[in-house]
Nanobody
Framework: VQLQASGGGLVQAGGSLSLSCVAS????????MAWFRQGPGQEREFVAM???????YYADSIKGRFTISRDNAKKTVYLQMRNLKHEDTAAYYC??????????????????WGQGTQVTVSS
């Protein structure tokens, strides 16, 4: 599966932004989809994941502010971000995997990645 992320930009603290990730290739509905982010000088970290059954999981740092969702007909996964903080500044990456989700917070759990889309939150 190929992934194409978009929607990043510059936003003021407290603002909102919505990211999209469109998949092409294999059957999208079979895939568990996730968002990760990587800030300057930091390791890539887990943000959120939605399973093929639409169960959702979130990092504690963004819980209550971000929402992950998917539209299987459009082969798209979304990340709606609200009440953005300066520390949310990062390149955001979408990722995909099939199969068990016994582990899902590591970059090593995903075999497919999109290019990053930059989110910059001004304080």
């Amino acid at each position: 599966v190929q992934l194409q992320a978009s929607g990043g930009g510059l936003v003021q603290a407290g603002g909102s932004l919505s990211l999209s990730c469109v998949a092409s290739g294999r059957t999208f509905i079979d895939y568990n989809m996730a968002w990760f982010r990587q800030g300057p000088g930091q390791e890539r970290e887990f943000v959120a994941m939605i399973t093929w059954r639409t169960n959702t999981y979130y990092a504690d740092s963004i819980k209550g502010r971000f929402t992950i969702s998917r539209d299987n007909a459009k082969k798209t996964v979304y990340l709606q971000m609200r009440n953005l903080k300066h520390e949310d500044t990062a390149a955001y990456y979408c990722a995909a995997r099939r199969g068990s989700i016994s582990t899902y917070r590591s970059v090593n759990d995903y075999g497919y990645w999109g290019q990053g889309t930059q989110v910059t939150v001004s304080s």
